[in-house]
């Protein structure tokens, strides 16, 4: 098991204008750590492995890793262990890098110092990430990367664990996964998976693993994976994010990091791409002109707008959520026998359902606009066993415990706006316990208006209704 306790604190001295207590002389980084355990007492290195890494943001806003390895021919973002310790007592150390920094290096950017470790003993093992930022020059830090929050991350991913569980904190996974890289001879290029060849840039990466199986690309056949250690094939192409994938504020989350809104404010090429990776920016391919940089993303794609036009926000509507469409709502009121009359339903009858079908404001939907609707009858409720479910279909062929039937043709509206439907299969005549009757549909309604470049048909899904 891997649980918290290992604490670290990025202590830096204080800086001085001669900038020695952070780049030496001779280039090499020096940081002070200070290590405890769980209650705060100080605790020495023995057991402790931790590594570093040195890297700085650059114009485009994203980091470049100053330790670099070869990876079957490409250049990745490391980090190090072999530097010098020198113990200062009560959990300090000061850490001088191994690695060295280039004579010319731009010491008005700001550089990040993070790190990660771990303890173990016996069965139980203590992790913790730590990040520490400043300017070489001594001047304030005033730039910084802070687009999503591991707290976001951990709403879903408790905690979040990586690369054998030792990688906790997005402070620290933002400083390797960049989308570009410097090799060892000063060139610029993006930094992939050789395996793959895919991007493994954290705006990038990111969006594709959640994006998952509506990825453009794995929907036309070709799967998204990423190849790990050892050789270990990682393939998101059947990742389903567990709400509508438009809802961006579940990772950007204003309340957590200072730059959420950068998604909205700063679109780029590269961030819209690695979603909409069908999208071909070179050739305009299934776009309207070709972009060569992401100077002009924002011009068309301004941060917010309408419900549903081109902005980023619009773009990214929830239809659920959307107050320009009406809603669709879904209520079973009964379900009966339609022999008896009875709400007991027994083996053999026809179960009548009458249901509603209403918008956000209560008016009555008319259910011959619906494009589709289901009204589902299976049971027992303590095991539905329901192998064969095909997925489409009146009945399923050998399963005698499962009715679907689209009630097109059900009474009504009544005068308060229900519907009735019997269903033309009968209850088994073995059938025993609890049965559920429940109800599905959706209804595709097209929005534009002078404002929006395109119409687009927008499919309003119900709430499923089970009874």
């Known amino acids: 098991p891997v649980s918290g306790g290992l604490r670290y604190s990025s202590v830096h ?54 330790i670099t390895r070869d990876q079957n021919g490409a250049t990745q973002a490391a980090s190090e262990d072999e530097g010098e310790y020198v113990g200062q007592g009560g959990g300090v150390y000061v850490y001088t890098f191994a690695t060295m920094l280039p004579a010319d290096y731009n010491r008005s950017q700001t550089h990040t110092v993070a790190l990660y470790g771990e303890k173990t003993i016996g069965s139980q093992t203590w992790v913790s990430n730590a990040t520490f930022n400043l300017v070489p020059d001594g001047s304030a830090v005033r730039t910084v990367r802070d687009i999503v929050s591991i707290e976001s991350c951990n709403t879903c991913h408790d905690p979040l664990a990586l690369h054998g569980g030792v990688r906790r904190d997005v402070k620290v996974c933002i400083t390797c996964h960049t989308s570009k890289i410097i090799t060892p001879e000063g060139v610029t290029v993006d930094q992939i998976d050789p395996d793959s060849g895919n991007n493994i840039g954290f705006n990038i990466m990111i969006h594709k693993i959640h994006m998952g199986e509506m990825l453009p690309s794995v929907e036309a056949g070709s799967p998204y994976f990423i190849v790990g250690f050892g050789g270990s094939v990682h393939d998101y192409s059947t990742v389903v994010f567990p709400q509508d994938i438009r809802n961006c504020t579940k990772c950007h989350d204003e309340s957590l990091a200072t730059q959420a809104v950068d998604y909205k404010n700063d679109p780029t090429r590269a961030s819209c791409g690695s979603c909409h990776d069908n999208v071909d920016f070179a050739t305009a391919t299934n776009h309207p002109t070709v972009q060569l940089n992401d100077n002009n993303c924002s011009g068309c794609h301004i941060p917010s707008g309408q419900e549903f036009d081109i902005s980023v926000t619009g773009s990214h509507t929830v239809p659920l959520r959307a107050s320009s469409l009406p809603g669709l709502n879904f209520s079973i009121v009964d379900v009966k026998s339609a022999e008896t009359g009875n709400p007991r339903v027994r083996p053999g009858d026809h179960a009548q359902v009458t249901f509603s079908i209403k918008t956000d404001a209560g008016d009555v939907v008319d259910i011959a606009d619906m494009d589709s609707i289901s009204l589902v009858i299976a049971g027992p409720t303590t095991d539905y066993n329901i192998q064969d479910y095909s997925g489409s279909g009146v009945e399923v062929p050998g399963v005698d415990n499962f009715l679907r039937e689209a009630p097109e043709d059900a009474e009504g509206p009544d005068e308060n706006g229900n519907y009735t439907y019997t269903f033309n299969g009968i209850i088994p005549d073995n059938a025993t316990g609890t049965y559920a009757v429940g109800i599905e549909g959706r209804k595709v309604e097209m929005v534009g208006g002078e404002n929006l470049i395109l119409f687009e048909e927008v499919e309003e899904a119900g709430r499923n209704e089970v009874s």
Request: charged share 30%.
């Open 13 to 66: 001295r204080p800086l001085k204008k001669d900038l020695d207590a952070f780049i030496g002389d001779d280039n090499h980084p020096v940081a002070t750590i200070k290590l405890t355990d769980e209650n705060g007492n100080p605790i020495t290195r023995d057991g402790v492995e931790i590594s570093f890494i040195i890297a700085r943001i650059v114009e485009s806003g994203e980091y470049i890793d100053y």
